[in-house]
């Protein structure tokens, strides 16, 4: 089974290459994709200085910053075409413990899920040395996101997952409205509608040591009312189910 973990980058000089060792230590074998938006902090060459260590690290660099949302779509395309198995989101600053990868890969891979989701919330309040403004804002933005969609998932924002192939060839993410933080709630409501199981993996997330944020309150502001869209939006386009998919393709 071939793994692929995504990461985006956007001036991340500082944790690039710890991440990376951190991954490829792992007993799971993953591959690694970067999506570099033009860092200027020499965040690219970094990687490409790896590579020459590392033959499972991938690198697409794009010419400015675009988005989350679409780092991701590019980086599932790359991992449909390359005939990846499994498929996950990660940010590289060890927000997200690179040790938990292999809990979410045996989460699908052993477990039967289709999504494996690394929740903040699932088990508690599990975050570290974020201020309490910020905690309450993420906290209260899933439950908002739930109290909408009726979705039974409590960390909605979360960035830190394991999708199944069949999932994102369903899915189709290219079809994902939302550019930033919005993009994560969107791909679990297209994955709740279609069926899919999905899990939550209770993780415990740190904030950033090195670099800085790339959060602010309009990422938020564009997932809540993307939110509300979203919602509206699936009272009329109804998706396939999983089995008619199947028959479409056969």
């Not at 509608?193 to 904030?207: A, Q, S």
Request: net charge neutral; proline share 3%; aromatic share 12%.
């Amino acid at each position: 089974m071939a793994n692929l973990i995504i990461i985006p980058t956007y001036l991340e000089s500082e944790n690039i290459e710890a991440i990376t060792r951190a991954i490829f230590s792992l007993s799971v074998p993953f591959s690694i994709l970067v999506i570099d938006d033009n860092s200027a902090d020499g965040t690219a060459e970094i990687v490409k200085n790896l590579q020459g260590e590392f033959k499972n690290l991938h690198l697409i660099e794009r010419p400015g910053k675009l988005g989350l949302g679409t780092a991701y779509i590019t980086g599932f395309r790359w991992a449909l075409e390359n005939g990846f198995d499994y498929i996950f989101e990660m940010d590289a600053d060890f927000s997200h413990n690179p040790d938990d990868l292999i809990r979410l890969y045996s989460a699908c891979h052993d477990d039967g899920a289709d999504v494996a989701i690394g929740s903040r919330y699932i088990s508690g309040v599990n975050v570290v040395n974020w201020p309490l403004s910020r905690v309450l804002m993420s906290y209260f933005a899933s439950v908002y996101v739930r109290i909408i969609t009726r979705m039974n998932v409590k960390d909605t924002t979360a960035g830190f997952i394991c999708y199944k192939r069949e999932v994102l060839q369903n899915i189709h993410p290219e079809h994902i409205k939302s550019k930033g933080y919005g993009f994560q709630i969107e791909m679990k409501f297209a994955a709740w509608r279609l069926g899919y199981k999905i899990v939550e993996v209770p993780i415990i997330f740190t904030d950033r040591k090195l670099g800085t944020s790339k959060m602010s309150g309009g990422v938020f502001n564009e997932a809540l009312w993307g939110v509300i869209r979203m919602k509206i939006q699936s009272w009329f386009i109804k998706p396939q189910s999983r089995e008619k998919k199947a028959e479409n393709e056969q």
